[in-house]
C-alpha cells in the first residue's frame, strides 16, 4: 500500500502545477504508478478521481497521465500482461465525460490522444469511436433496452449525460 501512497502522492502534486506539466514529472508519475502494479485498480482509481476532481486546465495532463501508464505497462509487460488497460476501459465513458469539462481548446488534444490511440493499436475502434464521437457532441443513442429509457452500454450512458446537461 505503501506504493499507492507514494503514487497518489505524486499525482496530486500536479494539482498545484500550471500546465504544461514536464516530462519529467510525467515520467515520475507513471513510474510510481509501474511501482504500485500489484494494487493498480487502486492506481486506476486514484487517476480516475485526479480527472474528476482536478481544475479543467488539468484535465488534459489526466488524460495524459492515463496515456502514459498505459504505454509503459504495454511496454514493459507486453500487451497480453497489461493491467491497466482494460482497467481504465471500464470507466472510460465517465473518465472522458470528466475530461470534456476541459476548455474548449483542449479538446483537440483529447482528440489527438484518441487518434494515437487508434493508430498505434493501444485499443479498439468500437472503444473509440464513441469517445470521438462525444467530443463532437455527436449523440447516437442505441434503441431501449426493456426497463431502460435511452438504452445501455457506452453510447447509451453518453447520450443519458448529453441529456442531463
Given at each position: 500500500m505503501?506504493?499507492?501512497n507514494?503514487?497518489?502522492m505524486?499525482l496530486?502534486?500536479?494539482i498545484?502545477m500550471?500546465p504544461?506539466?514536464?516530462?519529467?514529472?510525467?515520467?515520475?508519475v507513471?513510474?510510481?504508478?509501474?511501482?504500485?502494479i500489484?494494487?493498480?485498480?487502486?492506481?486506476?482509481?486514484?487517476?480516475?478521481?485526479?480527472?474528476?476532481?482536478?481544475?479543467?486546465?488539468?484535465?488534459?495532463?489526466g488524460?495524459y497521465v492515463?496515456?502514459?501508464?498505459?504505454?509503459q505497462s504495454?511496454h514493459q509487460?507486453g500487451?497480453d500482461?497489461d493491467?491497466?488497460?482494460?482497467?481504465f476501459?471500464k470507466?472510460?465513458?465517465?473518465?472522458?465525460?470528466?475530461?470534456?469539462r476541459?476548455?474548449?481548446?483542449?479538446?483537440?488534444k483529447?482528440?489527438?490522444?484518441?487518434n494515437?490511440?487508434?493508430?498505434?493499436?493501444?485499443?479498439?475502434?468500437?472503444i473509440?469511436?464513441?469517445?470521438?464521437?462525444?467530443?463532437?457532441?455527436?449523440?447516437?443513442?442505441r434503441?431501449?433496452?426493456?426497463g431502460s429509457?435511452?438504452?445501455?452500454?457506452?453510447?447509451?450512458s453518453?447520450?443519458n449525460?448529453?441529456?442531463?446537461?
Amino acid at each position: 500500500m505503501d506504493a499507492v501512497n507514494a503514487f497518489n502522492m505524486e499525482l496530486f502534486s500536479m494539482i498545484d502545477m500550471k500546465p504544461p506539466i514536464s516530462r519529467a514529472k510525467m515520467m515520475s508519475v507513471t513510474k510510481s504508478a509501474i511501482k504500485a502494479i500489484k494494487l493498480y485498480k487502486h492506481v486506476v482509481q486514484i487517476v480516475e478521481k485526479f480527472i474528476k476532481k482536478c481544475k479543467p486546465e488539468l484535465k488534459v495532463p489526466g488524460l495524459y497521465v492515463v496515456d502514459s501508464i498505459v504505454r509503459q505497462s504495454r511496454h514493459q509487460f507486453g500487451v497480453d500482461k497489461d493491467v491497466f488497460g482494460p482497467r481504465f476501459l471500464k470507466n472510460f465513458t465517465e473518465t472522458f465525460q470528466n475530461l470534456y469539462r476541459c476548455p474548449e481548446d483542449d479538446k483537440t488534444k483529447i482528440v489527438r490522444v484518441l487518434n494515437l490511440w487508434q493508430k498505434n493499436g493501444v485499443f479498439d475502434m468500437d472503444i473509440l469511436q464513441p469517445l470521438m464521437d462525444m467530443a463532437n457532441g455527436v449523440i447516437t443513442p442505441r434503441p431501449a433496452v426493456e426497463g431502460s429509457r435511452t438504452g445501455s452500454g457506452t453510447l447509451g450512458s453518453v447520450f443519458n449525460y448529453l441529456r442531463a446537461n
